[in-house]
């Protein structure tokens, strides 16, 4: 199973995107589904993550302005970005933990916010 990440751009401070990361195949055993964060010159980081039984969780800095959601008929999980800053710039990953298995990540999409 591979993962595929899309919908990244460029945009203006303020403006939105909305992130999708879609399984080629059904994934057993998920753990958590997870969007990470890599910008130039920083580590990768932990965006925002939803347990296989919906509980979420984000980083303080994108509290109130992303929100992680799945579609399992499509086997996609989403990140709807709002009010995006130029700090919201990087590289995005998707990741998925499952049992037993290595993790899958896909192969980022790049987001930049910049007037």
């Known amino acids: 199973v591979q993962l595929q990440a899309y919908g990244g751009g460029s945009v203006q401070p303020g403006g939105s995107l909305r992130l999708s990361c879609a399984a080629s195949?059904?994934?057993?055993?998920?753990?958590?589904m997870a969007w990470y964060r890599q910008a130039p010159g920083n580590q990768r980081e932990l965006v925002a993550s939803m347990a296989s039984y919906g509980t979420t969780s984000y980083a303080d800095s994108v509290k109130g302005r992303f929100t992680i959601s799945r579609d399992n008929a499509r086997n996609t999980v989403y990140l709807q970005m709002n009010s995006l800053k130029p700090e919201d710039t990087a590289v995005y990953y998707c990741n998925v933990r499952a049992v037993g298995q290595s993790d899958f990540w896909g192969q980022g999409t790049l987001v930049t916010v910049s007037s």
């Open positions: 195949g059904t994934i057993f055993g998920v753990k958590l």
